[in-house]
C-alpha cells in the first residue's frame, strides 16, 4: 500500500511539474526554479524531470532548463481532435436540469449572433424550451452576453455596428453604452442575466465558456418561466451555471494562466480573465 501511496504522489508531483512550466511566462524552467515554485526538494524534482525527459514528455533546452516535449504535443492534438463542446458539455448540463428543474441550454457564438446548439429540457410542467439551430441576438440573450463580455471591445461595437439592437422588449437594452456597463457587471460576478430582456415572461442566467487557448467559445443557460426562475433564485443558479462552464471549459482545456485549476470552486476569478 505504501508503494502504490508513493506512486500516486510521484504522479501528482510530476503533473504539477508539467503545469508548472505550461504556466511559466517563458514556458521552461531549471531544477531550482521548480523546486522552488512548488516547494519539492530539487533531487526529487530532477528524478522527475529525467524521467519525464526520458519518456519524451518535457525536453532540455539549449538554456539547460526544460519545456514541454513532443509527446505532450502528440497527446495534446489527440485529445483536443476528441473534444467536442456538445459531447463535453451534455452530461454537466444534464446536472444542472437536476439541481435547478428549469431548461439548460448551450450556444456558440456564430457570425456575430447567438447560435444555440444544445439544450436539456426540464421536465417541469411549466418550462421554457428553445429550438436547437436557433439564430439569437448577442445584446438581449444571456448566453449572448456572457460571451460578448470576453469579447474584445472592439469585436463588441462591430458586432453592434452589424447586427444592431432590436427592441425585443420593454426591457432590452437599446443603447451601447448601457450594454458595456452590462457586460463589466457580467465579467466581475462570472455570469450573465436575461431579465425578460429578449421574450416575454423568460428569465435567463449564463455563464461562458473558454477552451484550451483561453477564448471564450461559447455559454450555457438556465432558462425559465418568470414564475419559476424568481429574482431571488438568481444568484444561486447564477453561481451554479457559472460552476458548471468552469467544470465545461476545464474538459475543453481550458487552463487560465496564474489561475485555480480547480472547476470544483466555483469561483469567478479561477477561470475568468
Not at 503533473?15 to 526529487?44: F, H, R, V, Y
Amino acid at each position: 500500500m505504501s508503494n502504490n501511496k508513493e506512486t500516486v504522489q510521484s504522479i501528482v508531483k510530476a503533473i504539477s511539474i508539467l503545469d508548472t512550466i505550461a504556466l511559466s511566462s517563458n514556458q521552461e524552467l531549471g531544477i531550482t526554479e521548480l523546486s522552488k515554485q512548488l516547494s519539492i526538494g530539487k533531487s526529487n524534482v530532477h528524478r522527475i524531470v529525467t524521467t519525464l525527459e526520458g519518456l519524451e514528455v518535457i525536453e532540455q533546452t539549449e538554456h539547460g532548463k526544460y519545456r514541454l516535449g513532443p509527446r505532450l504535443a502528440r497527446f495534446g492534438f489527440q485529445s483536443l481532435q476528441q473534444m467536442d463542446i456538445r459531447t463535453v458539455g451534455r452530461p454537466l448540463m444534464a446536472e444542472l436540469v437536476k439541481k435547478t428543474s428549469e431548461t439548460v441550454n448551450l450556444g456558440i457564438p456564430q457570425n456575430g449572433e447567438l447560435l444555440t446548439i444544445d439544450k436539456v429540457d426540464s421536465e417541469a410542467m411549466i418550462r421554457v424550451s428553445i429550438n436547437i439551430g436557433r439564430l439569437s441576438k448577442m445584446h438581449c440573450t444571456g448566453m449572448g452576453k456572457s460571451i460578448l463580455a470576453h469579447f474584445p471591445n472592439g469585436m463588441v461595437e462591430q458586432i453592434i455596428k452589424e447586427h444592431g439592437m432590436e427592441v425585443l422588449t420593454p426591457n432590452t437594452i437599446t443603447s451601447l453604452a448601457e450594454l458595456k456597463v452590462d457586460l463589466a457587471n457580467i465579467r466581475k460576478r462570472g455570469y450573465a442575466i436575461n431579465d425578460i430582456e429578449n421574450n416575454e415572461g423568460v428569465r435567463s442566467v449564463a455563464a461562458p465558456i473558454f477552451d484550451h487557448r483561453e477564448e471564450v467559445v461559447g455559454a450555457i443557460s438556465i432558462s425559465g418561466s418568470i414564475l419559476s426562475l424568481t429574482v431571488d433564485k438568481i444568484d444561486s443558479y447564477g453561481k451554479e451555471v457559472r460552476k458548471t462552464a468552469n467544470e465545461i471549459s476545464y474538459k475543453m482545456g481550458y487552463l487560465p494562466h496564474g489561475g485555480n485549476i480547480n472547476p470544483q470552486n466555483g469561483k469567478q476569478n479561477a477561470f475568468h480573465k
